[in-house]
């Protein structure tokens, strides 16, 4: 059978999403949890893969398994096994034909930033921060040139391996929520180091370093070279994968930090 599971985790715990020799990433220790669990190998594909650093409220997997048993049960047992900075939040049967990754039909990942002059202490790690106070307005009308089907070559890192930079963005908004601002994008797909790449860009905005237009001047010279730099992974969410509702998968609690809009 096939199993789905949402999960949340701090990622400042572990080396990134996808599996490392040294055993250090989130896949690492939720395969040996599930393994431990079903008293059997298991193999868990993701929606997607994070970086070190970067946190999630709304990880999806699967995984097949001739191991019986009830959907509490696998949101439990693998629960009692793991670090306690991850934690699997809901567990579902799904037919074969469900995919974690290939299913999904737009991810959505919010950035957390502190603009003030002193560093976070409390959310160290939770939120990212810039030294100034950040001018959100124009950084919301800079957002707003992503919007829609672009080349996103100026956002994507090096070493990414997608074949098409090509990415169709459907929200892209920046808000201030009490003493953060938030950065929320909904696309399709994203590239390596797009979300911290398009923060980079939108940071250098609000602080007077370019103007809003700039952003759309990045799009089009789709050169990774003319743009800021990747800003620090510690304030990115991967907070929503959406699904076909056919799946039946529940709705993932909300993160606690981004105040409601």
Same mark, same amino acid.
């Given at each position: 059978m096939r199993i789905a599971l949402g999960l949340e985790y701090d990622g400042a715990a572990f080396c990134g999403w996808q599996h490392q020799p040294s055993g250090c990433a989130v896949q690492d220790h939720l395969e040996k949890a599930l393994s431990r669990f079903a008293d059997r190998p298991v193999s868990v594909t993701a929606a997607g893969r994070t970086d070190a650093g970067v946190h999630a409220n709304a990880q999806v997997i699967h995984f097949d398994t001739d191991a019986e048993r009830d959907d509490v049960s696998w949101v439990r047992g693998p629960n009692t096994f793991l670090d306690r900075r991850v934690r699997v939040l809901w567990a579902r049967r799904v037919e074969a034909g469900f995919h974690a990754r290939f299913s999904a039909l737009s991810r959505t990942y919010h950035y957390l930033l502190l603009d003030d002059a002193v560093a976070p202490g409390i959310l160290a790690g939770r939120v990212g921060w810039f030294h100034q106070p950040l001018d959100v307005r124009a950084m919301a009308q800079a957002a707003a040139a992503i919007l829609g089907e672009h080349d996103f070559s100026a956002f994507r890192d090096a070493q990414?391996?997608?074949?098409?930079?090509?990415?169709?963005?459907?929200?892209?908004? #920046?808000?201030?929520?009490?003493?953060?601002? #938030?950065?929320?994008?909904?696309?399709?797909?994203?590239?390596?180091?797009?979300?911290?790449?398009?923060?980079?860009? !939108?940071?250098?905005?609000?602080?007077?370093?370019?103007?809003?237009?700039?952003?759309?001047?990045?799009?089009?010279?789709?050169?990774?070279?003319?743009?800021?730099?990747?800003?620090?992974?510690?304030?990115?969410? !991967?907070?929503?994968?959406?699904?076909?509702?056919?799946?039946?998968?529940?709705?993932?609690?909300?993160?606690?930090?981004?105040?409601?809009?």
């Amino acid at each position: 059978m096939r199993i789905a599971l949402g999960l949340e985790y701090d990622g400042a715990a572990f080396c990134g999403w996808q599996h490392q020799p040294s055993g250090c990433a989130v896949q690492d220790h939720l395969e040996k949890a599930l393994s431990r669990f079903a008293d059997r190998p298991v193999s868990v594909t993701a929606a997607g893969r994070t970086d070190a650093g970067v946190h999630a409220n709304a990880q999806v997997i699967h995984f097949d398994t001739d191991a019986e048993r009830d959907d509490v049960s696998w949101v439990r047992g693998p629960n009692t096994f793991l670090d306690r900075r991850v934690r699997v939040l809901w567990a579902r049967r799904v037919e074969a034909g469900f995919h974690a990754r290939f299913s999904a039909l737009s991810r959505t990942y919010h950035y957390l930033l502190l603009d003030d002059a002193v560093a976070p202490g409390i959310l160290a790690g939770r939120v990212g921060w810039f030294h100034q106070p950040l001018d959100v307005r124009a950084m919301a009308q800079a957002a707003a040139a992503i919007l829609g089907e672009h080349d996103f070559s100026a956002f994507r890192d090096a070493q990414c391996q997608a074949r098409s930079p090509v990415r169709r963005v459907a929200v892209a908004r #920046v808000a201030r929520r009490g003493p953060l601002v #938030v950065f929320s994008f909904e696309a399709n797909a994203f590239l390596h180091h797009m979300v911290r790449n398009l923060v980079g860009a !939108l940071v250098y905005v609000g602080a007077g370093r370019q103007p809003p237009e700039w952003m759309g001047e990045l799009l089009g010279a789709r050169d990774r070279r003319l743009s800021a730099p990747t800003f620090a992974p510690d304030g990115l969410y !991967l907070s929503g994968i959406a699904y076909d509702p056919a799946f039946g998968l529940p709705p993932f609690r909300p993160n606690p930090l981004v105040a409601p809009e």
